[in-house]
């Protein structure tokens, strides 16, 4: 089991940038996606951006044009940077990881990191 550690939270005022890290105990070139999610209270856990091994990067349509993530395998570390921050941005950032092997998918969660814009 991987162990995934975010970082780079905080408070940030509308309009500014934040970039998020989620660094990661294994090689994540091991892992089929780096992928990030978002929870606010009340609501399931969405997905803002993955970055697939293989293939072009996805992001929430809420995000396009803003976020970026980034997948550096020399330091295996995943980055999320975000700009033009947004009140609807606020909630908790969870970095995940997945591997699958034949048809068996596996998921390792962090702890997740508080993003909140407000002035």
């Known amino acids: 089991q991987v162990q995934l550690v975010e970082s780079g939270g905080g408070l940030v005022q509308p309009g500014g940038s934040l970039t998020l890290s989620c660094a990661a105990s294994?090689?994540?070139?091991?892992?089929?996606?780096m992928a990030w999610y978002r929870q606010t209270p009340g609501k399931q856990r969405e997905l803002v951006a993955a970055h697939p091994r293989v293939g072009s990067r996805i992001y929430a349509d809420s995000v396009k044009g803003r976020f970026t993530i980034i997948r550096d395998t020399a330091k295996n570390t995943v980055y999320l940077q975000m700009n033009s921050l947004k009140p609807e941005d606020t909630g908790v950032y969870f970095c995940?990881?997945?591997?699958?092997?034949?048809?068996?998918?596996?998921?390792?969660w962090g702890q997740g990191t508080q993003v909140t814009v407000s002035s």
């Open positions: 294994a090689n994540i070139f091991l892992f089929n996606v």
């Open positions: 995940k990881a997945r591997q699958v092997v034949d048809t068996t998918a596996g998921d390792s």
